[in-house]
C-alpha cells in the first residue's frame, strides 16, 4: 500500500518534471551532447593546459557567449511583443567601431614585434558599447514614440547597419593587432573563459530585475496587452524604450566579444544572420513569440543547443553542403515538440493509456 | 457629371500626341547639341580615345577576404589609370545580388560587363539577357558552369585545379621519404565555390596516388577567419592529436585556423604543417612568424589584364577564352624575402 503511493508520487513529481516548461529544451540539449559523445569518446573530456580548461565543452561555452548575450537582450523585447531584426548588424557596428578605433599597427622594431593602440582600450571599448546602445535606442524611439511596428521599426537598422559597419571599416577587413583586447574573446578567468563571466553578469543582472523588482511584471504585462497596461498605470513607452536599448546594448558588447575572438572586424560577415540565430535560440527555450511570457534560462539552453547543433556537425563530419539541412531538420524536431497541438496529443495519449489500465 | 469627364479625355488625346512630338523634338535637339559637343571635345582632345569613354560593369563576389579586397583595389586602380569608366557593385557574397547587379548593368547598356561569380552554376538566364542586349561578358578569378561557352567571352583568372595540385606536391616533397600515415584536416571554401572545388580536387588528384596521405577531416569555414577557427577548433577536439596538415582554402581560414591551433597548446607550423592559398599579407605574416609553412599563391592584381581585355572586347577584336594570371609558390622560407614587395 505503501509502496504503491510511493511510486504514485515518484509518476507525478516525473509527470511534473516533463510538463516544466524547461524540460523539452534541455532534453534536446542532453541529447545532442550524447551525440557528440558517441561519435567523439573525448567529447566530454576537460583537461587543463597553460592555466585554463581546455575541451569540448568549453569550446561551445565559449562559441555560445555571443549569441547567449545577443538572445538575452532579444529576451525582454520578445516578452513586449516585439522583435529586434536588427542585432546582426549592430554587432557588425560594435565590431567595426572597436577595430577601427583600437586598431593597432604592428611595428617590427629590431625584429621584434610591438604593437600599439589607436586609442585607449577603454575608450574604444566605450564607444562601440555607446554605439550599441544608441542602435537600440533609435529600435526603441521608433517602436515605442514613432509607433511603428518592431520588424518594420528595426528592419531599417538591419538593411543600413551593415552599411554602416562598411562605411567604418572602408569596407576591408580590419585586423586588430592590439594584444589586450583579445582577453576579452579569447582570454581566461579561472580557467574558464572570460566571456562566459560576462553572459553570466548579464543573465545575473536580468534575473534579478526580473525577479527583484517589479519590471518583469511590467514586462509580461506590456506583451500580454500593451493598452490595458497603460491604464494600469505602467509606463508602456518608457519601459519599450529602455527594453530596446538593453537589446542594442547587449548586441554591442556581443559584437566586442565576436571582433576579439577573431582579431579583427568584418563588416559583411560580423553577425550575419545572428538576428535569426537569436530569435530562434528565445524560440527554443519556451519563449513565446506572442509576448506575454518569457524565460531567460530557457534563452541560455536555446543559445547553447545552436552552438551545439553548430558544433556537432563539424565534429561528426556531416558534409558540408548537408549542413545547414541537419540543422534545419533538429531545429524542425524540436519546434514542433514544443507546439501547443503536439502537447496535447501526448498529453490525451497519455490519459487514454492510463484510462485503459 | 460623367460628360465632361469624357470630354476631357477626348480633349487630351492630341495634347499627349503634341506633348510627345515636342519632346521628340526637344529630344532630337539634345542629341544633335550632344554629338556636337562630343565631336568639339574630339576636335579639341586632338584625336585623344578619351570622347567616347569604355563603361565597365563590374560585379564583385564581396569584401570576404583580404585576397578579394586587393582585387577589387586592383580592378578600380586599373580602371582609373586605363580611363574606363568603371560602375561597381559589391554582391556580400550573395548570388541573387550579383545577378541583380549584372541585371542593372545590362539596362544601363554599360559597354562590357565583368563579374566574379559567387558560385559556379545557375549564371545561365542573366548571361543569355546580356547576350541577347549584346553585351560581351568577361569572367575574372572565377569560372562558371554553363552549356553553351559563348555566353561569356574570356575568363582572366586563376587556374585553381593547378593550385589544388601545387598544394599537393608541396605536401609530397615535404613529406619525401617519411612513412605515414600522415593526417590531413581539410578547411573548405564556400560550398559549391570555384575556387573550393578545384582546390579540394587538385588535392586529390595529387595524394589519391600516395595512400600515406588521407583526408581524416573536411568541412567549409566559408574562407572566413570566424569559419576557419570555429571549424578547426572542433577539429581539434574530435580528431585530438591525429591531424598532421591542416590545408586551408585560404590564408584567412588558415589564419583562423593557426588561432585555433595555437588555443590548443600546439605549434602551428610544426606540430600541425599549415597548407594555404592566396598569399596574401596575413599569410606571409603567419609564413615569417613560422606559423604558415607554405601559401600557393593566386593573384588578385588582374585589373590591368581586365582593363586591356575590355577594350579589346568593346573594340570588337579577339580575346582568348581563357586567360591565366601569373603564379608562384611561396614556402615559408622564401616569405620574409619577397614580403616587401607584395602588394596585397
Known amino acids: ?357 | 457629371m460623367a460628360s465632361p469627364n469624357r470630354m476631357h479625355q477626348i480633349s487630351a488625346g492630341p495634347t499627349y500626341i503634341q506633348l510627345e512630338s515636342k519632346m521628340m523634338q526637344k529630344s532630337k535637339r539634345n542629341v544633335l547639341a550632344a554629338l556636337m559637343i562630343a565631336a568639339g571635345v574630339v576636335l579639341c582632345s586632338a584625336g585623344a580615345q578619351a570622347a567616347d569613354k569604355l563603361v565597365l560593369g563590374f560585379a564583385q563576389v564581396g569584401a570576404e577576404s583580404e585576397w578579394r579586397t586587393a582585387n577589387t583595389e586592383s580592378v578600380k586602380s586599373s580602371a582609373k589609370e586605363a580611363g574606363v569608366e568603371l560602375k561597381f557593385s559589391d554582391a556580400q557574397q550573395k548570388q541573387e545580388n550579383q545577378i541583380k547587379a549584372i541585371r542593372s548593368y545590362i539596362a544601363q547598356k554599360v559597354d562590357v560587363i565583368a563579374f566574379s561569380p559567387v558560385v559556379e552554376s545557375g549564371w545561365e538566364p542573366v548571361l543569355r539577357e546580356a547576350k541577347a542586349a549584346k553585351i560581351p561578358v568577361i569572367l575574372t578569378d572565377r569560372a562558371v558552369k554553363v552549356s553553351d561557352d559563348s555566353l561569356y567571352t574570356s575568363f582572366i583568372g586563376s587556374d585553381f585545379l593547378e593550385e589544388g595540385r601545387r598544394g599537393g606536391r608541396w605536401l609530397a616533397d615535404h613529406y619525401k621519404g617519411v612513412t605515414g600515415p600522415i593526417a590531413i584536416a581539410e578547411l573548405q571554401g564556400t560550398v559549391g565555390s570555384a575556387p573550393a572545388i578545384d582546390r579540394h580536387n587538385g588535392l586529390i588528384e595529387v595524394i589519391k596516388s600516395d595512400d600515406r596521405f588521407k583526408i581524416i577531416a573536411s568541412q567549409s569555414g566559408d574562407f572566413t577567419r570566424a569559419g576557419g577557427k570555429q571549424v578547426m577548433e572542433a577539429f581539434l577536439k574530435s580528431h585530438a592529436k591525429e591531424i598532421n596538415v591542416v590545408y586551408a582554402h585560404n590564408d584567412d581560414m588558415a589564419i583562423g585556423a593557426i588561432q585555433a591551433i595555437e588555443e590548443a597548446g600546439l605549434k602551428p607550423g610544426k606540430d600541425i604543417i599549415v597548407v594555404s592559398f592566396d598569399a596574401t599579407k596575413g599569410g606571409f605574416q603567419a609564413m615569417m612568424a613560422g606559423k604558415m609553412n607554405v601559401s600557393v599563391e593566386c593573384s588578385p592584381l588582374l585589373g590591368p589584364q581586365l582593363m586591356e581585355t575590355a577594350k579589346l572586347v568593346a573594340a570588337g577584336k579577339p580575346v582568348p577564352k581563357r586567360i591565366v594570371t601569373k603564379e608562384t609558390v611561396y614556402p615559408m622560407e622564401t616569405a620574409a624575402a619577397a614580403f616587401p614587395s607584395r602588394k596585397y
Open chain 1, 1 to 357: 500500500m505503501n509502496q504503491t503511493s510511493n511510486t504514485g508520487g515518484m509518476r507525478a513529481r516525473g509527470a511534473a518534471l516533463a510538463r516544466h516548461p524547461l524540460f523539452l529544451p534541455l532534453l534536446a540539449l542532453v541529447a545532442l551532447l550524447l551525440l557528440n559523445r558517441a561519435f567523439n569518446p573525448h567529447f566530454f573530456q576537460i583537461v587543463n593546459q597553460d592555466g585554463h580548461w581546455f575541451g569540448s565543452l568549453i569550446d561551445i561555452l565559449n562559441r555560445a557567449s555571443p549569441l547567449a548575450l545577443v538572445a538575452l537582450g532579444m529576451t525582454p523585447v520578445i516578452a513586449t511583443r516585439g522583435v529586434d531584426v536588427s542585432v546582426g548588424a549592430v554587432v557588425a557596428i560594435s565590431a567595426a567601431t572597436a577595430a577601427v578605433l583600437i586598431g593597432g599597427q604592428m611595428h617590427i622594431v629590431n625584429g621584434v614585434e610591438t604593437y600599439a593602440s589607436n586609442v585607449p582600450m577603454s575608450v574604444a571599448i566605450l564607444a562601440a558599447l555607446g554605439v550599441g546602445l544608441l542602435c537600440g535606442l533609435w529600435n526603441g524611439t521608433l517602436v515605442a514614440w514613432v509607433g511603428m511596428q518592431p520588424i518594420i521599426a528595426t528592419l531599417i537598422l538591419m538593411v543600413a547597419g551593415r552599411g554602416i559597419a562598411q562605411l567604418l571599416t572602408a569596407g576591408q577587413i580590419v585586423t586588430i593587432y592590439y594584444q589586450p583586447y583579445f582577453y576579452l574573446g579569447a582570454g581566461y578567468l579561472f580557467g574558464l573563459p572570460f566571456a562566459v563571466y560576462l553572459v553570466a553578469a548579464v543573465l545575473g543582472l536580468l534575473w534579478w530585475l526580473m525577479k527583484h523588482t517589479a519590471l518583469g511584471l511590467f514586462i509580461t504585462a506590456i506583451g500580454i496587452n500593451p493598452v490595458a497596461s497603460g491604464f494600469a498605470g505602467i509606463k508602456a513607452r518608457t519601459i519599450t524604450l529602455c527594453v530596446y536599448a538593453f537589446c542594442g546594448l547587449s548586441a554591442g558588447l556581443a559584437g566586442l566579444l565576436i571582433s576579439s575572438n577573431v582579431k579583427s572586424a568584418d563588416g559583411n560577415n560580423a553577425g550575419l544572420l545572428m538576428e535569426l540565430d537569436a530569435i530562434l535560440a528565445v524560440t527554443l527555450g519556451g519563449t513565446s513569440l506572442g509576448g506575454g511570457h518569457f524565460s531567460l534560462i530557457g534563452t541560455l539552453i536555446g543559445a547553447l543547443i545552436i552552438q551545439t547543433l553548430t558544433y556537432t556537425t563539424y565534429s561528426i563530419g556531416v558534409p558540408p553542403e548537408a549542413n545547414l539541412v541537419v540543422k534545419a531538420i533538429v531545429v524542425f524536431v524540436v519546434c514542433v515538440t514544443q507546439s501547443d497541438v503536439v502537447k496535447k496529443l501526448v498529453i490525451r495519449e497519455r490519459m487514454t493509456l492510463e484510462g485503459g489500465r
